[in-house]
C-alpha cells in the first residue's frame, strides 16, 4: 500500500522566520535519563531550556509538556508542522536542541508534507519513535 501525502507547497527559506512559523518542537520536560533516573533537574526540563533558546528568532515555536507517552526511549520531543505529518523523536539528550531546530528548518522546506530523511541529524534518523498523518492528511489514505 502507497501512502501519498498531501502535496504543499514548499516554504521558501528554512531559516526565514516566517517560512518557520508553521513549526512547532513539543519537548518533555518530564524525560529522564535511563542512565541516571534520579538526576535533578530533569534531563528533559534542560533539553526544553535549550530548545527555546536554541529557537530564538527561528520563528519556531517551542511547547513543553509533562509527557509524550515515551518514557522508556527518551528524551522525547516532537516536531510539527501545519497540515503535515507529525514527528516523534526519542533517545535525545540534552544538547539535541541544535538537532531539533535543523530538523524543524529541514522540514519546512518540505513540499511533500514529510521530513526529508537523508539531509536530517543524525539523532532524528535513528532516533525516530513515529510519525503521525494530521487530520488533512487522511482525505489520502485509505
Ligand atoms: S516522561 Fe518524557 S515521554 Fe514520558
Redesign the pocket.
Known sequence: MTIVPSVLEPVSEASDPDACAAMTIVV?????LPSDPLLEP?P?SKLAAAVIAEAAGTGITVKQ???????K????AAVLRDGCWSYVF?ELTPESAEDLIAGARLFATSADGFMPFRARPESLKRGLIARIPSFANLKDLP
Open positions: 518533555c520536560n518530564s524525560c529522564r530533569r528533559g509538556v509533562g509527557c509524550l507517552g515515551n518514557c526511549r527518551g528524551l522525547s526519542g
